[in-house]
């Protein structure tokens, strides 16, 4: 048995639960609110004062429009005091938080407390009416709103985030928004080639399964991705587990492909580049049996780090050339990074050799000026114009004049001091 307090304790509590969730409820229709369910024996007296504090928080958060605020708290007293009327307010804080922020998860959520209110109150609680009414209006707009989020997902698909959204649409099913991604990341530009493979590969799958499904059209996708995947990835299996339709056009891509090359470029790395003058890097391509590649560029920086430049030619070109401007004033010994790449026409790369982590390094060429030591101050004179010089001829003529001659030679001269000199006279 419990004690009187602790009953007293859980009647107040239940009366006040009772009266401020029929506060929420508006618009509601007047229906005398129902006895309150008896508090769980598990809770303590102290345990009932807080679930009664984080109620009133809740409530006070509420008509404050701090819904956020008021669901957190609303939860924290249901933890405690499980009254089926909290989970109502739960509810209500929740679509509000939604009207707010549109986040369709807050939505949700609502729809599932509705949901767990009409499992557990009693039959006659008046705020029934609230959330049978509610519920199904609820559901449409969930149903909408992932739609348009879903739609705005597909559009802005790109790179690595579009392959993400388009295995999410695949577990779920979606194989249709999911060709939708796949084509849309392959029509974007600037893709890396492992983006590209990757992309060419699931789109091929995801067609293979809406031909067995019954899309004839997609058939012919799947061959011909699949053999856009095989230029760029010879390597490329097909998973276990797939369906036949899949595999025959995998079959049939290979076919196509009998006695031809992969997509290949060919570069050898020039060695040391000229100063102050455009660098030529030559490729040749190889083989292209899709006739995708439309351009060739080299990327290139200072080694270092930084951002990379790049420099284009058409694929039936020989070389790129890295402009003399990038390479004027760079002194012998600085090196430089640089990768190549065959593009298509949105400029996806389809081959690399090098990357952007694992570059080509070359160096300027290094000659004798990059050795010259330069001297601080002014500049010196040259020889012929120094006093020792002229010193040492004038010791030289008077030694072959004979005797009688009498020299005095400074050994301090200088520009401001110039030496003394005794000519013989006449």
Not at 348 to 376: C, H, I, M, Q, W
């Amino acid at each position: 048995m419990r004690c009187r307090a602790c009953q007293r304790n859980s009647l107040t509590l239940a009366v006040l639960l009772a009266c401020a969730a029929g506060a929420h409820a508006q618009p509601a229709p007047p229906v005398a609110p129902p006895a309150a369910p008896p508090a769980t024996e598990k809770a303590s007296e102290a345990e009932e004062a807080k679930a009664r504090q984080a109620y009133q928080d809740g409530d006070a958060a509420y008509k404050t429009g701090r819904y956020e605020d008021a669901a957190k708290s609303f939860e924290s007293a249901y933890r405690i005091i499980k009254f089926p009327t909290i989970m109502f307010d739960i509810a209500q804080s929740y679509r509000r938080w939604y009207e707010k922020d549109k986040d369709v998860d807050k939505l949700r959520r609502s729809v599932e407390m509705y949901k767990a209110f009409l499992r557990d109150s009693l039959p006659g609680a008046k705020q029934r009416t609230v959330a049978e009414r509610l519920i199904p209006d609820l559901e449409k707009t969930i149903v909408a709103e992932s739609r348009r989020r879903r739609e705005e997902l597909i559009a802005k698909a790109t790179g690595k985030n579009g392959l993400f959204l388009a295995d999410q649409l695949v577990a779920e099913n979606s194989l249709k928004d999911a060709a939708l991604v796949l084509d849309r990341v392959l029509a974007s530009r600037g893709n890396s080639r492992e983006v590209m493979a990757a992309a060419f590969q699931k789109r091929a799958l995801v067609a293979g399964s809406l031909a067995q499904a019954g899309a004839k059209d997609e058939r012919d996708v799947a061959v011909e991705a699949f053999k856009r995947a095989l230029v760029i990835d010879p390597g490329f299996i097909l998973p276990e587990g797939i369906e036949k339709a899949t595999t025959t056009a995998f079959e049939a891509a290979q076919k196509a492909l009998a006695n031809t090359k992969p997509l290949m470029l060919a570069h050898v790395p020039p060695g040391d580049v000229p100063k102050n003058r455009a660098v030529k890097i030559p490729f040749k391509l190889e083989s292209d049996p899709l006739s995708q590649v439309e351009q060739v560029s080299v990327f290139y920086r200072r080694s270092g780090g930084g951002a990379f430049f790049g420099a284009h030619a058409p694929a039936t070109a020989r070389a790129v050339e890295i402009p003399a401007t990038f390479l004027t004033g760079m002194r012998g010994g600085t090196k430089i990074d640089y990768y190549v790449a065959a593009l298509d026409g949105q400029e996806n790369e389809l081959y690399t050799l090098g990357s952007a982590k694992e570059p080509f390094v070359v160096a300027v060429a290094t000659d004798p000026s990059d050795f010259l030591v330069v001297r601080s101050g002014p500049p010196e004179k040259p020889v012929y114009k120094r006093w020792w010089v002229w010193t040492v001829v004038a010791l030289v003529a008077a030694g072959g004049a004979g005797a009688g001659v009498g020299i005095y030679y400074g050994t301090r001269g200088s520009v401001n001091n110039p030496p003394s000199l005794s000519l013989p006279t006449p």
